[in-house]
């Protein structure tokens, strides 16, 4: 007979509970019926209904009944108006929020997912007859097989992690020290504690495994065509790479003196070490037929016209390496500087002593974040960044822990105005700002702000970087001919360009600033749309085999996280913050993988997908 002991408070309990429920929300898998999700939220709130009101108490679980005949496929679209009026019904007459906000839900469910309602009712089943995926492979753009690397760093294979990263990522080292880690975002492994350390498993094989000293898999017979790259970023170093491997000549021209974009001009060093970046740019150089032209500007050095004539076809990689300025009164003042070409400005060697200046920095990405840790190292007095709304601040949330740590002072709700300089020597003297209050939330979800009744304010600098955005150098294509709108090429999701036969873009340059892995996709997607536009429909080999996948026990571990120096050492200098994984916190790491590429995913014989 089972014992009874007695248990703790039953609040703690039930929250206890919650937090195993929020971690099944997070890694709710990508693919799965949005339907199904709306009715789990809908029964969420039935099961928080207090009961005192009919609208709520007993409208919910009507809403639920009709919402099951959908997803079951027993509706038509008489269904949908009901429960559109029903809900309706609730939201206007509901005592509360739970009533309110439940019934909200699924109005907004009906506009936003009106495809998928519909493909119910006509159909009987999901669009494209979804089912799971796996969420590390889906999220990653560039879709790189990340349970394979990981078994193969589980077998201490750091060789083959990297070959079976570069089958679709060529850049592994970069990734490794930069990349945002979408994969991680909806890790199974949050049903039993925290997601995988990804990028710190691909940081452990590349720091064991320098990447040019793993051989890269043999090209594929010559086919007489020739591909220019137009940037030697890591989009176009990518769409290289594989259109190298399949056969084709490849010529690279960058305008810089030495490849690799904003990895080499928009990083900084303690982030990414730009003797590592060379091991990933050399790997890919020396993998095929691959020439590089540096210091080599389309439109001065050579015409557009002229490119297409040398080649069979064109990939536009440019990125959007120019800081934008604001149309503000005082923006041409001296010591007011871009975020991204004060970033260029120090990888270039030029000498900026901040040394007894006071820096303000407008902006929250993590281009702005680099260059407020960028500013601290240069020895400036204080760094303080200022946003409008807490929105803003759309930079890694261990990057802005990181800044603060280094001493960057933080403000939000802070609009800016403009720029005082002085009459005599044109210096920004100060900026002024302006108080806002949060106002409400748009139907994005996102904060929108008003000005306070509080006055503007005069905030003293000596030195202001604006980290608000930067845009592509797009004048000469679009004299070419090439549609421009808003400063980016236009090009569809398969990177060709409309009405110009044979060339392609991808990457920050049509997109807008983005990621270095977004750029990397955009990369991929062009070779292989490139390769099938000259007729050809290559494959790459991947020279690597996996590990076959073994159950894991689901046991509760912590997750290893890659450490830093400690924060005074950092900014003394511009050397790599962070210290190596261990070899036991890489095999533990690596053996909490749920090889969910092999248990739990996708439509299998007999599963839900049948």
Not at 352 to 370: F, Y
Not at 424 to 452: C, F, R
Not at 456 to 481: H, M, T
């Amino acid at each position: 007979m089972r014992k009874l002991s007695k248990k703790g408070n039953m609040n703690d309990r039930i929250d206890t509970v919650l937090r195993k429920v929020r971690g099944r929300m997070t890694s709710y898998p990508p693919g799965m019926c949005p339907l199904t999700l709306y009715r789990s939220i809908l029964q969420i709130s039935m099961n928080q209904s207090c009961g005192k009101c009919v609208p709520c108490r007993d409208g919910l679980v009507e809403v639920y009944d009709l919402l099951n005949q959908i997803i079951n496929g027993d509706a038509t679209f008489a269904t949908l108006d009901e429960i559109e009026d029903k809900c309706k019904m609730i939201a206007e007459t509901s005592d509360c929020a739970v009533g309110v906000v439940g019934a909200n839900m699924i109005l907004e469910s009906l506009s936003e997912f009106e495809d998928e309602y519909r493909s119910h009712i006509e159909r009987r089943r999901c669009i494209e007859n979804t089912s799971q995926t796996i969420p590390c492979v889906t999220l990653c753009p560039a879709h790189v097989d990340v349970p394979g690397y990981i078994a193969m760093i589980k077998e201490e294979d750091y060789e083959g992690a990297i070959k079976v990263i570069r089958d679709r990522n060529p850049l592994p080292t970069a990734c490794a020290m930069i990349c945002e880690h979408p994969c991680e975002r909806k890790c199974r492994r949050s049903l039993i504690d925290d997601p995988i350390n990804i990028r710190g498993l691909k940081k452990y094989a590349v720091d064991s495994v320098a990447a040019d000293k793993v051989p890269t898999p043999e090209p594929g017979a010559a086919t007489g065509k020739t591909i220019g790259i137009v940037g030697g970023g890591p989009s176009g170093l990518t769409a290289a790479y594989f259109l190298s491997l399949m056969g084709h000549e490849v010529h690279i021209y960058e305008e810089h003196e030495k490849l690799g974009g904003m990895l080499r001009y928009g990083i900084p060093e303690y982030r990414l070490p730009k003797e590592r970046l060379d091991q990933d740019i050399n790997a890919i150089i020396n993998a095929g037929n691959i020439k590089v032209s540096n210091n080599t500007k389309i439109g001065k050095d050579i015409s557009f016209e002229e490119l297409r004539e040398r080649h069979d076809a064109l990939y536009i990689g440019i990125g959007a390496q120019i800081g934008n300025r604001m149309p503000v009164d005082g923006a041409d003042a001296e010591n007011v500087i871009p975020a991204a070409d004060f970033l260029q400005k120090v990888a270039l060697g030029e000498k900026i002593d901040l040394t007894g200046k006071k820096v303000v920095l407008i902006g929250g990405g993590n281009v702005a974040m680099d260059a407020a840790r960028t500013a601290a190292r240069l020895n400036a007095e204080s760094i303080h960044v200022f946003t409008r709304k807490r929105d803003d601040y759309t930079a890694l949330q261990s990057e802005i822990e990181a800044a603060m740590q280094e001493g960057v002072r933080f403000r939000t709700l802070l609009s800016f105005l403009n720029i005082e300089a002085d009459k005599e020597t044109n210096q920004v003297k100060a900026v002024w700002l302006q108080p806002e209050i949060v106002a409400e939330y748009d139907n994005l979800g996102m904060m929108t702000t008003e000005h306070s009744s509080n006055y503007p304010y005069r905030f003293l600098c000596d030195y202001l970087i604006l980290g608000v955005g930067q845009r592509s150098d797009a004048e000469c294509f679009e004299k070419a001919g090439i549609p421009v709108e808003r400063g980016r090429l236009k090009a569809d999701e398969m990177c060709m360009i409309k009405d110009t036969p044979g060339v392609f873009s991808g990457g920050d340059c049509v997109t807008g600033p983005s990621t270095a892995i977004n750029a990397i996709a955009a990369g991929q997607v062009a070779a292989f749309n490139i390769d099938e536009y000259l007729g050809y429909h290559h494959t790459v080999r991947l020279e690597a085999s996996i590990p076959p996948a073994l159950p894991n026990p689901c046991i509760p571990t912590g997750r290893a996280e890659i450490e830093e120096k400690d924060p005074f050492e950092r900014r003394e200098n511009f050397d790599h913050v962070e210290l190596p994984m261990t070899c036991e916190e890489a095999m533990r790491e690596s053996g909490r993988c749920l090889r969910c590429d092999h248990y739990g995913c996708g439509a299998m014989e007999g599963g839900r997908g049948e």
